[in-house]
């Protein structure tokens, strides 16, 4: 019952260091999101992706980038890191028979 | 553009009150979801409302919602400490768009 497993769970960056966060979901969902949670704001979408080769921006999408990399694969890079990209990522899939989403556990990460 | 207003942001209660969280969205929509954030914990799914009327209930929560005047409540009745955690309401137009999530109410239930 693995659900949507996120690596890794935390991480120190320098700034101007690059990244990749792994996301992996075993329910064959089509739909995945990346969302960061920073205190006060709430959940702010990345990006998301409907279906297998297609990505959309959300509401927060610059300074990173996202690769779908197959039905099971969403991850999130992070090119060129600034302090204020710390924050808690959470991967996210979707049922979309239950209309119910999935969280992964969450990768904490600083920048320093 | 939809947004997703939720209040109040902090409650404190004491064991046994009843209270209810309100959440509002601004534009059409009959889909809202209510999640559940223990803290330094992911969420976990509470509620699946999809229809004018909804209601659901779990235990001490009942959730509800009205979609002609786009408000959802989420109320508690007899609180225990257990129910302390970050609650959020999320609102999408369909299926096939993302979740847009209201702040989060922080509920702390104290003896």
């Known amino acids: 019952n693995a659900g949507v497993t996120q690596t890794p769970k935390f991480q120190v960056l320098k700034t101007g260091q690059s990244m990749t966060l792994q996301c992996a979901q075993d329910?064959?969902?089509?739909?995945m999101y990346w969302y960061r949670q920073d205190p006060g704001m709430g959940l702010r979408l990345i990006y998301y992706?409907?279906?297998?080769?297609?990505?959309d921006k959300g509401e927060v999408p610059n300074g990173y980038n996202v690769s779908r990399l197959n039905k099971r694969e969403f991850s999130l890079r992070l090119e060129s890191a600034a302090p204020s990209q710390t924050s808690v990522y959470f991967c996210?899939?979707?049922?979309?028979?239950?209309?119910?989403?999935?969280f992964g556990a969450g990768t904490r990460l600083s920048v320093l | 553009e939809l947004k997703v207003e939720q209040n109040p942001l902090f409650l404190s209660m004491q064991e046994g009150k009843n209270y209810t969280i309100y959440c509002n969205y601004s534009?059409?929509?009959?889909?809202l979801y209510w999640y559940r954030q223990d803290p330094g914990k992911s969420l976990e799914s509470l509620f699946v409302?999809?229809?004018?009327?909804a209601v659901k209930q779990e235990g001490r929560l009942m959730a509800s919602l009205d979609t002609k005047a786009r408000l959802s409540t989420l109320h508690i009745t007899a609180a225990v400490h257990d129910l302390s955690a970050t609650y959020f309401c999320?609102?999408?137009?369909?299926?096939?768009?993302?979740?847009?999530f209201g702040k989060g109410t922080r509920l702390s239930v104290i003896a």
């Open positions: 999320a609102v999408d137009k369909s299926g096939n768009t993302p979740l847009v």
């Open positions: 996210a899939s979707r049922d979309s028979n239950k209309n119910i989403q999935y």
């Open positions: 534009t059409t929509s009959d889909r």
């Open positions: 409302l999809l229809s004018n009327g």
């Open positions: 329910m064959n969902h089509n739909s």
């Open positions: 992706s409907a279906s297998e080769g297609t990505t």
